[in-house]
């Protein structure tokens, strides 16, 4: 995949860009084998957000035991080259998978977010490289607001309130709350500044891990989605810490902080393999 100064800047100014063919069949099929494989073995962090309700999704996230068979797909595909490209970063690591699933064309929004109110670490270089196995129009697919990698750090959403998807996850933070991004869109349209994109099956979307992406809900017209993701950090990424005491997230986040280093310095974890 030939990587232009189109895609870098775009990425590096915007937060996101869609890869047009990166995955033609064959790649495809591999990172199929991936996802198959992360379903049939799912982790101690799958789970269902919003259960029970329209909205009810499937996820899963970093399975440790699923890790050599991700390793092996990211590596075949050269994966890592073509992020370091992207970048210009010079080393790569691999953070590991995520899984979506949405079925039956109801709803399934997933909330407006930021990875980096989850996860211990900021800097331009990291990633997502979000592949869906069916054709995504655009107003199925994952949204991004333009350059919010750049800009404020935000809670983190609990993915437990459907009346209020900002419903916090950390309790005790100077971090301010999500923006209600649907409703101030609601009211007008021009509100935020966002990016969408009509995916064909190949393409990819690839975002920054700290935008503040959400969306993609299943319609009649796109009823069920089947999505990997593959997560990425480079050379520029820095320790900084997620606040720490009570969060309404099901698993203890600020696990992630890393007592050991010192906020602002480069981010290296021996848990992440490095690619090259
Ligand atoms: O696909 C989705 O619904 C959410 C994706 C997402 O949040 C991510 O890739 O970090
Ligand atoms: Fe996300």
Redo the contacts with the bound molecule.
């Keep these: 995949m030939h990587v232009t100064e189109q895609m870098k800047r775009d990425l590096a100014d915007d937060g996101a860009i869609a890869v047009r063919g990166l995955f033609p069949p064959d790649r495809l099929a591999r990172m199929r084998e991936g996802f198959d494989y992360g379903i049939a073995h799912p982790g101690p962090l799958h789970g269902h957000a919003f259960k029970g309700t329209p909205d009810e999704?499937f996820?899963d996230y970093g399975n440790p035991a699923n890790r050599e068979t991700h390793l092996a797909i990211v590596r075949d595909l050269g994966l890592a080259d073509f992020v370091a490209e992207l970048w210009g970063s010079q080393h790569i690591w691999f953070l590991g998978e995520?899984l979506?699933v949405?079925k039956g064309g109801r709803g399934?929004r997933?909330p407006w977010?930021q990875?980096t109110s989850y996860f211990p670490v900021v800097g331009p270089h990291m990633l997502?490289i979000?592949v869906?196995f069916e054709k995504i129009p655009r107003a199925n697919g994952?949204e991004i607001v333009r350059g919010s990698h750049r800009g404020v750090q935000y809670n983190g959403t609990s993915y437990k309130s459907l009346k209020d998807p900002t419903d916090p996850l950390w309790l005790q933070t100077d971090w301010p709350r999500l923006p209600d991004v649907e409703a101030d869109r609601a009211a007008d349209p021009k509100a935020w500044d966002i990016i969408g994109f009509d995916l064909d099956i190949g393409d990819a979307l690839i975002?920054h891990?700290g935008s503040l992406?959400?969306?993609?809900p299943v319609t009649p017209g796109c009823p069920d989605?089947h999505?990997l993701?593959y997560?990425f950090l480079g050379d520029e990424t820095f320790y900084r810490p997620v606040p720490t005491g009570p969060s309404s997230f099901g698993y203890d986040v600020g696990e992630l902080n890393d007592p050991s280093m010192k906020p602002g310095e480069p981010y290296r974890n021996k848990d992440y393999v490095q690619l090259r």
Excluded: I, M, Q, Y
């Design positions: 999704h996820n995520e979506f949405k399934a997933s977010h990875d997502n979000w869906s994952l975002l891990s992406h959400g969306g993609a989605r999505t993701v997560r």
